[in-house]
Each structure stands twice: as C-alpha cells, then as structure tokens.
C-alpha cells in the first residue's frame, strides 16, 4: 500500500531548528506533487508548504515564509522540510502527502498517500 513514512519530529526549544523526512514507500515520488501539513491539537489540518513536480516552483503559507523550507530528492524517493527559528504555534503533528500532477494544489483532499506523521513540539 503506498503510502508516507515521516519521520524527523521532536522537543526544540523556540527559536531552533528540525528537519524533518518524508519517504515514499510503494510508489516512486517522480510524478508527483508533494505537500507537507500539520495539524495542531483542536484544530484543523493545514497545508504548510507544497513543491511541484519538476522541482521548479514551491508555496509557503504566510506563517511559515522565509522560517521553512521543502526540498525533494527523487532519487532517493524522499522529500525534506527543513524548520528554522522554531515558534511554539509550530507545534503541531507534521504530514506529508501527494498529488499525481504538475503544479501545487491547495485543496487538501485531493492529496493522497498520507503518512502517520511526525510530532514537532516547540516549548523551552
């Protein structure tokens, strides 16, 4: 069953830095749109951040901009999420995801091939 393995996630204190890994397991991540999400407690998932297919383009929620930033290495079929200056309203579980196309979306579920994800706690 494909799906997302992240993993990556931990305690930092505000103002650090994680990065997190996202691995494809029974499918080969070239054809895709990838995004990562993450879902506070109480509150609603939310996409954070989405790279496209051929590596040429990237969105960022405004929260986020200029703090994160996602990569991708299809050669070894895993995308990355590198967080700097880490604040508490971070903390939330972080999810990867997938598209089978060209160009970000923002409607979540069109996104498959969900992970567990990984939890990102920011608090000293």
């Known amino acids: 069953q494909a799906h997302f393995v992240e993993s990556g996630g931990g305690l930092v204190q505000p103002g650090g830095s994680l990065r997190l890994s996202c691995a494809a397991s029974g499918f080969t991540l070239d054809y895709y749109v990838i995004g990562w999400f993450r879902q506070a407690p109480g509150k609603e998932r939310e996409g954070v951040t989405c790279?496209?297919?051929?590596?040429?383009?990237?969105y960022y929620t405004d929260s986020v901009k200029g703090r994160f930033t996602i990569s991708r290495d299809n050669a070894k079929n895993t995308v990355y999420l590198q967080m700097n200056s880490l604040k508490p309203e971070d903390t939330a579980v972080y999810y990867c995801?997938?598209?089978?196309?060209?160009?970000?979306?923002?409607?979540?579920?069109?996104?498959?091939?969900w992970g567990q994800g990984t939890q990102v706690t920011v608090s000293s």
């Open positions: 790279i496209n297919r051929s590596n040429t383009s990237t």
């Open positions: 995801a997938a598209i089978l196309a060209n160009e970000c979306y923002e409607s979540l579920p069109l996104y498959r091939h």
